[in-house]
């Protein structure tokens, strides 16, 4: 039996004139069709995730198609069994994905996109260099071989550390992220410092996982649910994240469980059970410490929905939410 709601999720990058309009608008239709869920609109774009029937979905998809602004925006649908979000949240914001950089525009000019197969074929180029733009405990979780980071523990910090990769700019450089928006943003701010040769790898790390079976993609992908870590590489997998404290292989991810800290950090269950889950012995002394769930996740409950989790049976089949 079909499930009665789906979620969908989706950017695209457009430059929006009037965003307060656009923001309007985007808040009325979905109260006409009774979907709920969190909407970015900036001068940039649009990013949201929201759920309704799939009548509601649909007529939303054609809505934001009709858009000539919008009619590439790709939609990643899961199908769930109830409403996933309590209300729905249009918020205007100078960026839809916060990386400092608002004037950076890559719906004019980004770096040339790699589909997965495309990616694949290029990492065997002995000149080009792999660039991860994510941050650095994702990196630490898992990434792929060989690459390249930034010191960054966020995405907006990317500006500022620039510096750690000039020895690349007349390189052939190719960025990945999680699912690709980030690339976007950080390929097209590349190319405006003088980086001469930037591709990105559309869909990110999961589709390539999909499309490719994730060869040459070392340790696990971190992504912004509950699940944490995603199996991504059915090829050649390997682990390569370890304890912080006593350096045992783990691709346990926790976050620190003093809530003021909440620090990304990868730890075994033994010495997380030692430190009742906080990343140091000052943050388990911490007022602010939650008491440790033994998962070492403390995401907030929305309305019962977990993004791509199979939660309570909410999803037919929680790899669908993947992408
Ligand atoms: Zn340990
Ligand atoms: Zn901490």
């Given at each position: 039996?079909?499930?009665?709601?789906?979620?969908?999720?989706?950017?695209?990058?457009?430059?929006?004139?009037?965003?307060?309009?656009?923001?309007?608008?985007?808040?009325?239709?979905?109260?006409?069709?009774?979907?709920?869920?969190?909407?970015?609109?900036a001068?940039?774009?649009?990013?949201?995730?929201?759920?309704?029937?799939?009548?509601?979905?649909?007529?939303?998809?054609?809505?934001?198609?009709?858009?000539?602004?919008?009619?590439?925006?790709?939609?990643?649908?899961?199908?769930?069994?109830?409403?996933?979000?309590?209300?729905?949240?249009?918020?205007?914001k100078p960026e839809i994905v916060h990386a400092g950089l608002p004037?950076i525009?890559?719906?004019?000019?980004?770096?040339?996109?790699?589909?997965?197969?495309?990616?694949?074929?290029?990492?065997?180029?002995?000149?080009?260099?792999?660039?991860?733009v994510r941050s650095d405990?994702?990196?630490?979780?898992?990434?792929?071989?060989?690459?390249?980071?930034l010191d960054i523990e966020n995405f907006r910090e990317l500006p500022e550390h620039l510096?750690?990769?000039?020895?690349?700019?007349?390189?052939?450089?190719?960025?990945?992220c999680?699912?690709?928006i980030k690339?976007?943003k950080a390929?097209?701010f590349?190319?405006?410092?003088?980086?001469?040769?930037?591709?990105?790898?559309?869909?990110?790390?999961?589709?390539?996982?999909?499309?490719?079976?994730?060869?040459?993609?070392?340790?696990?992908?971190?992504?912004?649910?509950?699940?944490?870590?995603?199996?991504?590489?059915?090829?050649?997998?390997?682990?390569?994240?370890?304890?912080?404290?006593?350096?045992?292989?783990?691709?346990?991810?926790?976050?620190?469980?003093?809530?003021?800290?909440?620090?990304?950090?990868?730890?075994?269950?033994?010495?997380?059970?030692?430190?009742?889950?906080?990343?140091?012995?000052?943050?388990?002394?911490?007022?602010?410490?939650?008491?440790?769930?033994?998962?070492?996740?403390?995401?907030?409950?929305?309305?019962?929905?977990?993004?791509?989790?199979?939660?309570?049976?909410?999803?037919?089949?929680?790899?669908?939410?993947?992408?």
């Amino acid at each position: 039996m079909a499930l009665p709601y789906r979620v969908l999720l989706y950017y695209c990058f457009a430059e929006v004139q009037d965003a307060a309009l656009l923001q309007r608008q985007q808040l009325e239709k979905c109260l006409e069709l009774d979907l709920r869920g969190r909407i970015i609109v900036a001068p940039e774009g649009l990013n949201g995730t929201v759920s309704g029937t799939p009548e509601a979905c649909q007529a939303y998809m054609d809505w934001v198609h009709a858009d000539p602004r919008f009619a590439g925006t790709d939609f990643k649908i899961e199908d769930v069994a109830e409403q996933a979000f309590a209300r729905i949240n249009v918020r205007l914001k100078p960026e839809i994905v916060h990386a400092g950089l608002p004037h950076i525009k890559p719906y004019e000019r980004t770096g040339q996109h790699l589909t997965p197969a495309e990616w694949k074929a290029m990492m065997q180029d002995p000149d080009v260099v792999l660039l991860d733009v994510r941050s650095d405990y994702e990196h630490n979780l898992g990434h792929f071989k060989g690459a390249r980071r930034l010191d960054i523990e966020n995405f907006r910090e990317l500006p500022e550390h620039l510096h750690e990769i000039e020895d690349l700019k007349s390189k052939k450089v190719l960025t990945y992220c999680t699912g690709g928006i980030k690339c976007e943003k950080a390929s097209a701010f590349l190319l405006e410092q003088g980086f001469e040769n930037v591709y990105q790898l559309l869909g990110g790390i999961i589709r390539y996982g999909l499309e490719e079976g994730g060869e040459n993609f070392d340790g696990k992908c971190y992504v912004f649910d509950n699940r944490v870590a995603v199996e991504v590489n059915q090829v050649n997998p390997t682990v390569v994240a370890q304890c912080y404290v006593c350096g045992t292989q783990t691709e346990r991810m926790v976050n620190c469980a003093n809530s003021v800290c909440n620090r990304h950090v990868t730890i075994c269950p033994d010495c997380g059970v030692k430190l009742e889950g906080a990343c140091s012995e000052a943050c388990q002394q911490h007022p602010a410490k939650r008491p440790y769930n033994e998962r070492g996740v403390y995401t907030t409950d929305l309305n019962g929905y977990k993004p791509g989790l199979g939660y309570e049976g909410l999803f037919k089949n929680p790899d669908s939410a993947r992408a």
